[in-house]
Structure formats: C-alpha cells, structure tokens
C-alpha cells in the first residue's frame, strides 16, 4: 500500500511568495494532520481534519497559513505570503479511526527554505 | 495542556544498552507512545503502552508507569542504524482520536 504522499519534497522560495504544499493522505484513512518541525520547536501540531472537516486550527501560527481538505484523498498547507521564520519541514501524517495504539503514519515531508 | 521532557542527546556504544526516559503532563492520558526519526525521514512508530508495564519488540523495548508519569524506551544490542531520534508522544485529551503531542525528542548516536 502507498504511505502518505506529500508534495514538493524540497521547496526554496522567496520571502513574500506564495507557498502550497499537498499531501494525499493512506486510502482509508479518516484523519488528516499537519504537523511543522523545527529545530527550536520540535514537531508541532498546526491543523487537524477528520472526514474532510477541520477539527482544531489552533496551532496554525497566523493568518498567513490556511488548510483546506476539499475530499478523502487530498489536503494542501498554503502559506501566503511566506516569511524566512516559515522555514521548516511539514509533515503531513493520517491515521483511522480503530487503528491500535497511537500509530500515525507521516509522509516524507516537504522541506521548505524561505529566503 | 500536555508537555513531555526527553533528554536532548544520549550517546551509546554499539552493542550497549541505552534508556531513554520521558517524563510527561496531560490533562487525560491515553497511553504512550515512541517514534523513531532518521535523518532527513519521517517519525515511523516504534511503541505503544496504554498499560504499565513492559512491552517488548525485538531489541526495543518500552515500559510505563501511569502514576509516575514516566515512561523510558529501551534499546538493546546497539546498532549504527539506530542512530536517529526518538520521540515520546501522547494523545492532547482523553480520546483515542485526537492528535498526538510529541517531545521535542532525543538525538541518540551510536559510537564504535
């Protein structure tokens, strides 16, 4: 089975540039999370979704992010505009609902370099 | 809220045995958890103690205590491979379905 699947894996942009990444989350899977890993502030949770609907945007640090899941197989982190402070790697992770434990299953990241 | 302390680095010996213990606050606790990260990877799933105890996979093991509020991971037979970071993690509120809140991690490096 395919993991979760993000896009780009590397981005470097230009301060004030729009940024989008995307992520298709595991075939089956009812949540969707987005998560920022920094050096300083380690894996910080920014948005969750369950079944397409955002649950908790409390973590997103500003106005300049927004999430959107517009179906089950399909979620992007906009960052609009971008600033060097953004940069980091995101991580978009899923999980369903029964799983056992704690598991969620991360994609590969997207590295983004704001200059 | 929910916080976890971890130590920053361990360095160990290959073939050596190394703990790396997790203190935690949450408000509601649904069990704890352990991911491994590589360099330049993904955090993957190691572990899971809902219970207090033991649980044991192959050279990994983790162990928790529900009134300490403590769990530690430990690694056996010390490999290079091993070499990544390792993050505890619990759930943010009493439910099996909410987000996890992770540690800020422990950078283990395995020395010849």
């Known amino acids: 089975d395919a993991g979760v699947i993000q896009s780009p894996r590397h981005e470097v942009t230009e301060m004030g540039q729009e940024v989008t990444l995307r992520c298709k989350p595991i075939?089956?899977?009812?949540?969707l999370f987005w998560y920022r890993q920094t050096m300083m502030r380690g894996l910080e949770l920014l948005i969750y979704?369950?079944?397409?609907?955002?649950?908790?945007d409390s973590g997103m640090p500003e106005d300049r992010f927004s999430a959107k899941m517009p179906n089950a197989s399909f979620s992007t982190l906009k960052i609009q505009p971008s600033e060097p402070r953004d940069s980091a790697v995101y991580f978009c992770?899923?999980?369903?609902?029964?799983?056992?434990?704690?598991?969620?299953?991360f994609g590969e990241g997207s590295w983004l370099t704001v200059v | 809220g929910q916080s976890l302390e971890q130590p920053s680095e361990v360095t160990a010996v290959e073939g050596a045995i190394v703990q790396i213990n997790c203190t935690y606050q949450?408000?509601?606790?649904?069990?704890l958890s352990w991911y491994q990260q590589h360099d330049g990877g993904a955090p993957t799933f190691l572990s899971y103690?809902?219970?207090?105890g033991l649980e044991e996979t192959g050279r990994f093991s983790s162990f928790l205590s529900r009134s300490d509020s403590y769990g530690y991971l430990l690694l056996q037979e010390l490999q290079m491979k091993d070499s990544a970071s390792y993050f505890c993690?619990?759930?943010?509120?009493?439910?099996?379905?909410?987000?996890?809140?992770f540690g800020k991690g422990t950078r283990l490096s395995v020395i010849a």
């Open positions: 075939s089956g899977h009812d949540y």
């Open positions: 103690n809902a219970l207090d």
């Open positions: 949450t408000s509601g606790f649904y069990g």
């Open positions: 992770a899923s999980r369903k609902t029964g799983d056992s434990g704690n598991t969620i299953y």
């Open positions: 993690a619990v759930r943010s509120l009493l439910s099996g379905n909410t987000p996890l809140v």
């Open positions: 979704f369950n079944n397409n609907v955002p649950i908790d």
